[in-house]
């Protein structure tokens, strides 16, 4: 059976001196619509959700559920959204990134330290550390990447009603067949990112 996140590691800085600590993560690097969307979330050591688990490894449903369990019991939570133009402005890495510090600014708690999903460090005001598949690790992280996917999820599913065509409220923006289909026989949205396959071709 593989291992579910733990709170091991915040224990272990807390237990140290250091806290309030954020965990903090992103989606949406590959879809070719919408707005990358990032989340930092402060889980009360003494409360912790029930249901977080790798936010890839959930259904829609489950992730809703835990959601809503993030969000009844975190001590703070942030969420950031960078938007299409933004990213074909910079890359998708500065983007994602960018959400990432956006996310963390939001928090009404300031964190002493945040761990953050992947190889990079985003610009943090403290201490930080990358952990690659993070998600899979921390607790703090599995939570904060439910919170990014509900959001960005919920994002585009009230985006879909004005660009009804491209089927948004089903892909989230990433290439299925129809919203292929869709760019062939509409062409691209604002909401598309021009500087990815296949728009730049276009």
Same mark, same amino acid.
């Given at each position: 059976?593989?291992?579910?996140?733990?709170?091991?590691?915040?224990?272990?800085?807390? $237990? =140290?001196?250091v806290? !309030?600590? #954020?965990?903090?993560?992103?989606? +949406? &690097?590959?879809?070719? %619509?919408? *707005?990358?969307?990032?989340?930092?979330?402060?889980?009360?050591?003494?409360?912790?959700?029930?249901?977080?688990d790798?936010?890839?490894?959930?259904?829609?449903?489950?992730?809703?559920?835990?959601?809503?369990?993030?969000?009844?019991?975190?001590?703070?939570?942030?969420?950031?959204?960078?938007?299409?133009?933004?990213?074909?402005?910079t890359?998708?890495?500065?983007?994602?990134?960018?959400?990432?510090s956006?996310?963390? $600014? =939001?928090?009404?708690? !300031?964190? #002493?330290?945040?761990?953050?999903? +992947? &190889?990079?460090?985003? %610009?943090? *005001?403290?201490?930080?550390?990358?952990?690659?598949?993070?998600?899979?690790?921390?607790?703090s992280?599995?939570?904060?990447?439910?919170?990014?996917?509900?959001?960005?999820?919920?994002?585009?599913?009230?985006?879909?009603?004005?660009?009804?065509?491209?089927?948004f409220?089903?892909?989230?923006?990433?290439?299925?067949?129809?919203?292929?289909?869709?760019?062939?026989?509409?062409?691209?949205?604002?909401?598309?990112r021009?500087?990815?396959?296949?728009?730049?071709?276009?």
């Amino acid at each position: 059976m593989k291992p579910r996140p733990h709170f091991e590691i915040e224990s272990g800085l807390r $237990a =140290g001196g250091v806290w !309030p600590i #954020a965990g903090v993560d992103e989606v +949406g &690097r590959g879809p070719l %619509a919408g *707005p990358v969307a990032a989340a930092a979330v402060i889980l009360d050591p003494l409360r912790l959700p029930e249901g977080v688990d790798d936010s890839k490894a959930l259904s829609a449903r489950a992730r809703e559920t835990a959601f809503e369990a993030i969000m009844a019991s975190a001590l703070a939570v942030g969420v950031a959204f960078v938007p299409a133009a933004e990213i074909d402005a910079t890359d998708i890495r500065k983007a994602a990134l960018a959400a990432m510090s956006r996310a963390v $600014a =939001g928090l009404a708690l !300031p964190p #002493a330290y945040a761990l953050v999903d +992947g &190889r990079d460090l985003p %610009a943090l *005001p403290c201490e930080g550390r990358a952990i690659v598949k993070g998600d899979t690790t921390s607790l703090s992280i599995a939570a904060a990447a439910i919170v990014a996917k509900v959001a960005r999820d919920r994002m585009m599913r009230r985006l879909a009603a004005l660009y009804p065509q491209y089927g948004f409220e089903t892909n989230a923006g990433y290439g299925s067949r129809r919203h292929l289909e869709a760019l062939e026989a509409f062409g691209p949205s604002p909401l598309h990112r021009m500087s990815f396959k296949p728009l730049r071709e276009g």
